[in-house]
C-alpha cells in the first residue's frame, strides 16, 4: 500500500512475478503449501504496521511434516489455538509492538512485528483538531463502546428493509437469492460498533441463532464488500450515523423515486455492507480521516466476519470525492468505484466556489460598479462559466460558506465562550477557540500557516492556522468574455479591480489572495487536489446529468476524465454514463452501475495471469460495459470531454486556465498590452487609463497557464501524519507493506505488484 511506479523496471516486475508465485490459492488470503521448509505467516487484518483494536486475525501454515507448531506472541505462547485450524483471531495485543513468532520442528522459523493502534484512533491521521464530544454511552474519551446487533429485513414486495425480530419473525419475509445460488430468508444483521472515535455499520445477510466466524462464516456471504457513501463537505467532532442511501447526504430532501438503493440490492446478492461516519465528507471531509476509517472498518471485517474478495464502493456528490481521493492517496482499499453527482475531489471545486463566492460579493452589489458599468446576468453567468448565475448561488449558499467559516458552529463544539478554547473560534472574543472549518480539519495535511502572515488572531494564540492552499493572484476574470467581445474592457477592468481576496478567517479583502505555497504543495502531495495519479489498479464506473442549479456540473466528471488521461495516457479503466435525469442520469443506474462494477471485477477475479492489476483492470472490461451518452443534441447538455467548454466551465477556466481544473494558483508572467486581441484578431481597446489600472492589480503578472500550478504534482501514497500527540505536517510515507500482511482484503488476482 505504497506508492507505485506507473511503467515498473523489468526488475520489479521479475520480483513481482516471483512474489506473486509464492502465493497460490483463488480464495482471499489462501495459502499455499510450504515447499521450502518454512513456517509462514500471514497477517490477514490488515497490514502488519497498522493494526488496531487489540487484535489481529492471522494464519499460519508449516511443512506437514515439520513436528509441533509453537507460537509465541510478546513472548506468550499461544500455540494451543493453533491446534485445530491454521487461522486464528489472537486477542490480547498491547498498544505498539507485539512481535509474532512460530516456529516447527527443523523448518525454518517465521517472525513478524504487530504494531497495534488504539480502537479510538489514530493510526495514521495523526492529532485531531479538538477533542470529540462522545455519545452519552461512551466507554472512555476516544467514544468506545462495545458493538451493538440489530436485525432487519425485507418485506415481500417492498424496496426498503425494516425492523426485525428473531424472537418474533414476521411472516412476510422475502428470500435472497445470493450472487452464488444460495436462496436465503432476506434477513439482515446489523453491526453497529465505534472505532477511530466515530462510528461504523456493517450489514449482512445474516441467519439468527447460527455462528459465524472469521474462519467459518454462514454460507450466504460471498466474500465481497460494498461500501457506502455521503455527500456534502463538513468538519464534525460528535460522532455520527454512517450513511447507507445512494444520495445521502446529497438528495435527502428531494424525493427521488429510486427503485432501490444499491445497498439492498448488494446485501440481496450476497455482499457485506459497510459504512463509517468517518468517510461522510458532510461530516468529516479529510482523506486521511475517511481512508483510516474505512481501513479499521475493513480490518473489523476480516477479523469478524471473514478474509474478502474484493470491495466496491459507492456514493453522490461528497460520496464521489470519498472514493476517488482515497482509491489516489491509499491505494488498496477500494478495487471498484460508482460514482455520481461527481467530482474529483474537495481543493479543485473549492477553489471554484471561492472564485463564485468573490463574484458574488461584487455582482450583487451594483453600488459597487464603477461610473457606466453594468452587468447584465447573462454576462454574470459568462464570466462565472455557466448558463445562469443559479449554479454559483447555490455553491456558495449551501457549500463553501459554511465549509470554509470557521466561526460556523459544528456539530460537538459548543457556542464561543471568551478563553475557552474548548469551544467555538470567534474573531474578536476567542480566537483560540476550535475553528469549525474544514481547513482547520485538514491541518495536519496542508501545514500551518508561517509567521510571517500570522493575523491578529494567530498572534494572540501564538500558532499558525491551517494554510491557504489556493490563491487568485494573477487571474484574469472575465478574459475569454472580453477577447470574445462580451464584455466591455472597463466591466474587464472594474471586475478585476474590486474581486478581491479572502484572509485566513474567510473575510474579504481588498488585495488578491496569494495563498501559502507550501500549504498548497502540500494540497497536491497528500491528495487533497487529486491528479488520478495512483488509479490505474481500479476500476471506475462514474454516471450523471445535467444539473439544474444543485452545483454539480457534469463539468466536474470531465474533470477527472482529463486528468485520469493526461496521468496515465488512457480512460480506459473509467467508463462515463451521462443522462437525462439531473445528477444520476437515470434512477435505475446507481443500482446498474454497481451490478456491473461486480461483473466487471468478477473477470479481473478470475484473471489468474502473471501480468500487472492495471493490465488486467484495462483488458478485463466487458465487452458490453461501455460509455453512454444519453443526451446527444440537448441544447445546453455537454457529454464529451472535448466538448467541455462548450457550455460547462469555471471562472478560472474562463480567465484562459485548464480545462482539467487542477491549477490551485497559477505562476505568472508580465502584462503585455499586445496580446489582448478581439475576434478577427484588432487589439482590445484598452485606454491608458485603463491599463494602467490593470497594470495596478497585477503588479506581478498574470497567469500564465501553459505552466504547472505553483506546487503542482501527484499525490504521494499512504502517507501518516504522526500520533495522537505529535503531528507530521504533510506527512511522511509509511513505508514498505511488512511481508506477509493485509492478505485478507482481497483475492489474489487483486493483489497489486508492489503489495
Not at 269 to 292: D, I, K, P, Q, Y
Request: proline fraction near 7%; hydrophobic fraction near 35%.
Amino acid at each position: 500500500m505504497r506508492q507505485h511506479p506507473a511503467r515498473p523496471s523489468v526488475a520489479a516486475l521479475v520480483i513481482g512475478l516471483l512474489a506473486a508465485l509464492l502465493v497460490a490459492g483463488s480464495a482471499p488470503g489462501s495459502a499455499a503449501p510450504d515447499r521450502q521448509g518454512k513456517v509462514r505467516i500471514q497477517v490477514l487484518s490488515n497490514r502488519a504496521d497498522l493494526v488496531s483494536g487489540g487484535d489481529v486475525l492471522v494464519r499460519i501454515t508449516a511443512p506437514r511434516k515439520a513436528g509441533a507448531l509453537k507460537v509465541t506472541l510478546g513472548g506468550r505462547d499461544v500455540s494451543k489455538k493453533f491446534r485445530k485450524r491454521s487461522t486464528v483471531l489472537l486477542a490480547g495485543l498491547r498498544n505498539g509492538r507485539n512481535v509474532l513468532v512460530a516456529r516447527a520442528g527443523s523448518a525454518k522459523a517465521d517472525r513478524v512485528v504487530i504494531t497495534n493502534h488504539r480502537n479510538g484512533g489514530p493510526v495514521f491521521s495523526g492529532p485531531v483538531a479538538a477533542a470529540y464530544s462522545c455519545q452519552e454511552t461512551a466507554r472512555d474519551a476516544l467514544c468506545n463502546e462495545p458493538a451493538s446487533y440489530s436485525f432487519l429485513y425485507k418485506p415481500k414486495g417492498k424496496k426498503a428493509l425494516e425492523p426485525y425480530d428473531p424472537a418474533q419473525p414476521a411472516t412476510d419475509v422475502d428470500t435472497a437469492t445470493t450472487d452464488q445460488g444460495r436462496k436465503v430468508p432476506f434477513v439482515v444483521r446489523r453491526e453497529d460498533g465505534h472505532q477511530d472515535r466515530d462510528r461504523y455499520a456493517i450489514l449482512t445477510l445474516f441467519t439468527p441463532g447460527q455462528k459465524w466466524k472469521a474462519w467459518a462464516p454462514q454460507h450466504q456471504w460471498n466474500h465481497k464488500v460494498l461500501i457506502t457513501h455521503g455527500g456534502g463537505c463538513g468538519a464534525s467532532y460528535a460522532p455520527a450515523e454512517p450513511p447507507l442511501a445512494d444520495a445521502s447526504g446529497t438528495l435527502d430532501a428531494i424525493p427521488v423515486p429510486l427503485l432501490d438503493n444499491t445497498y439492498v440490492e448488494a446485501l440481496g446478492r450476497g455482499f457485506a455492507v459497510m459504512s463509517t461516519a468517518l468517510a461522510n465528507t458532510g461530516h468529516n471531509c479529510n482523506v486521511a480521516h475517511n481512508a483510516e476509517s474505512l481501513m479499521m472498518a475493513k480490518e473489523r471485517i476480516v477479523e469478524q466476519y471473514g478474509t474478502i474478495r474484493y470491495t466496491i464502493g459507492t456514493g453522490c456528490s461528497g460520496g464521489s470525492v470519498a472514493q476517488h481521493t482515497v482509491a489516489n492517496a491509499y491505494p488498496g482499499i477500494y478495487q471498484g468505484l460508482v460514482t455520481t453527482c461527481s467530482y474529483p475531489d474537495v481543493m479543485s471545486p473549492g477553489s471554484q466556489f471561492a472564485d463564485y463566492h468573490l463574484m458574488r460579493a461584487y455582482f450583487e452589489n451594483p453600488s459597487s460598479w464603477g461610473a457606466g458599468v453594468l452587468w447584465s446576468p447573462t454576462q454574470m453567468a459568462d464570466v462565472e462559466g455557466h448558463l445562469t448565475p443559479v449554479n454559483a448561488v447555490t455553491a456558495d449558499e449551501g457549500l463553501f460558506k459554511s465549509a470554509i467559516n470557521p466561526e460556523h458552529a459544528c456539530p460537538g463544539v459548543p457556542e464561543p465562550v471568551a478563553g475557552d478554547t474548548r469551544t467555538r473560534f470567534d474573531s474578536d472574543t476567542n480566537p483560540g477557540g476550535v475553528r469549525c472549518d474544514i481547513l482547520t480539519l485538514m491541518r495536519n495535511q496542508l501545514g500551518p500557516r508561517p509567521e510571517s502572515v500570522w493575523s491578529a488572531q494567530e498572534k494572540a494564540v501564538g500558532h499558525g492556522f491551517a494554510g491557504l492552499p489556493f490563491g487568485n493572484t494573477g487571474v484574469q476574470y472575465g478574459l475569454e468574455a472580453l477577447e470574445g467581445g462580451r464584455i466591455t474592457p472597463e466591466q474587464f477592468v472594474d471586475l478585476n479591480e474590486k474581486i478581491g481576496g479572502l484572509d485566513v478567517n474567510a473575510d474579504p479583502i481588498a488585495a488578491r489572495t496569494a495563498g501559502d505555497p507550501a500549504t498548497i504543495a502540500n494540497a497536491y502531495r497528500t491528495g487533497l487536489l487529486n491528479e488520478f495519479s495512483n488509479t490505474s489498479e481500479v476500476a471506475m464506473i462514474n454516471h450523471g446529468g445535467p444539473d439544474p442549479g444543485l452545483a454539480h456540473d457534469y463539468a466536474h466528471a470531465v474533470w477527472s476524465h482529463l486528468r485520469l488521461q493526461r496521468s496515465q495516457g488512457h480512460t480506459d479503466n473509467r467508463v462515463e454514463w451521462f443522462g437525462l435525469t439531473p445528477l444520476l442520469g437515470d434512477v435505475r443506474w446507481p443500482v446498474e452501475a454497481f451490478v456491473a462494477m461486480d461483473g466487471w471485477l468478477a473477470k479481473v477475479e478470475k484473471d489468474t495471469r502473471t501480468v500487472p492489476l492495471a493490465t488486467k483492470v484495462v483488458e478485463d472490461k466487458p465487452a458490453s460495459l461501455q460509455d453512454r451518452c444519453l443526451a446527444d443534441g440537448v441544447p445546453g447538455v455537454v457529454c464529451r470531454a472535448d466538448l467541455a467548454r462548450t457550455n460547462l466551465s469555471t471562472p478560472r477556466q474562463e480567465a484562459g486556465g485548464p480545462a482539467a481544473n487542477d491549477v490551485l494558483a497559477c505562476q505568472t508572467k508580465p502584462l503585455d498590452r499586445s496580446s489582448y486581441l478581439l475576434p478577427g484578431g484588432l487589439p482590445v481597446p484598452f485606454t491608458d487609463a485603463q491599463w494602467s489600472r490593470l497594470q495596478a492589480v497585477f503588479p506581478t503578472g498574470v497567469c500564465e497557464w501553459a505552466l504547472p500550478g505553483i506546487g503542482q504534482g501527484p499525490a504521494r501514497t499512504w502517507l501518516g501524519y504522526g500520533t495522537a500527540t505529535t503531528v507530521t505536517y504533510g506527512g511522511e510515507e509509511l513505508g514498505r507493506v511488512p511481508a506477509g500482511s493485509g492478505l485478507g482484503w482481497f483475492g489474489r488476482s487483486f493483489r497489486p505488484m508492489w503489495h
